[in-house]
């Protein structure tokens, strides 16, 4: 089974600086999706940035890029000019390309990220 | 607009009243599920379905019921519900076969069981 781990349950950045999330994750498949997911107050979960496990390329969006390590199955998302909106718990997750296999998104236990003034 | 719908969005009852919370999804996607959210656990999956009246478990199905008769509703049924279901509950759904693999959830339907 997939499991996926963040080491890091609090962060914290000061406003306009750079911060990296942390994820690992464990599998025996070599297709697969990654995600960072983003989860403020208001609780919804939100897609931050998605990454193919076929693409050598880091994903980007914006001011939100990772870190994608397939032989260390290392997976960590950098957030740049960081913003007080940025504020949330963050969740790294799996999920299995093969439509077989694909049943769930394995979620880490996400890391909540503080931005200060 | 493309989203995945839940409701209630808040719930107190007590323990033993069935409840039902309803997920509704208007992107034609053949993969639903529901997730219960806890400090400290991440997200872990309660039942999937693949497409209509195909569904299954996943990592904590005990204590609920879902059902898929048509592709676009997926409601998970507390039974009997106890306080240690008291959670965040989330629906989403995704394509299967095209698409990129990406989840779309519902807003979340906070439940406390007293």
């Known amino acids: 089974a997939q499991t996926v781990t963040q080491s890091q349950p609090e962060m914290s950045v000061q406003e306009a600086e750079t911060v990296t999330l942390s994820c690992t994750y464990d599998t025996s498949e070599s297709d697969y999706y990654l995600f960072w997911y983003k989860q403020p107050p208001s609780r919804q979960m939100i897609l931050v940035i998605r990454?193919?496990?076929?693409?050598?390329q880091n994903a980007t969006e914006n001011r939100f890029s990772v870190n994608f390590q397939k032989a260390a199955k290392s997976f960590s998302l950098k957030i740049s000019d960081s913003q007080l909106g940025d504020a949330a718990m963050y969740f790294c997750a799996y999920r299995s390309a093969n439509t077989g296999t694909a049943s769930k998104l394995t979620f880490g236990t996400g890391t909540r990220l503080q931005v200060t003034l | 607009e493309a989203q995945v719908t839940q409701n209630p969005r808040y719930l107190i009852t007590v323990t033993g009243k069935k409840l039902t919370v309803t997920c509704s999804q208007n992107m034609n996607h053949e993969y639903m599920s529901w997730y219960r959210q806890d400090p400290g656990l991440g997200l872990r999956q309660i039942y999937y379905s693949m497409n209509v009246e195909v569904t299954d478990k996943g990592d904590v199905p005990e204590g609920y019921k879902v059902s898929r008769k048509e592709k676009r509703n997926f409601p998970l049924i507390l039974e009997s519900p106890s306080p240690n279901q008291t959670s965040l509950y989330f629906c989403?759904?995704?394509?299967?076969?095209?698409?990129?693999?990406?989840?779309?959830f519902g807003e979340g339907s906070r439940l406390t069981v007293l």
């Open positions: 989403a759904s995704s394509f299967l076969v095209r698409g990129t693999g990406e989840l779309f």
């Open positions: 990454q193919e496990a076929y693409k050598q």
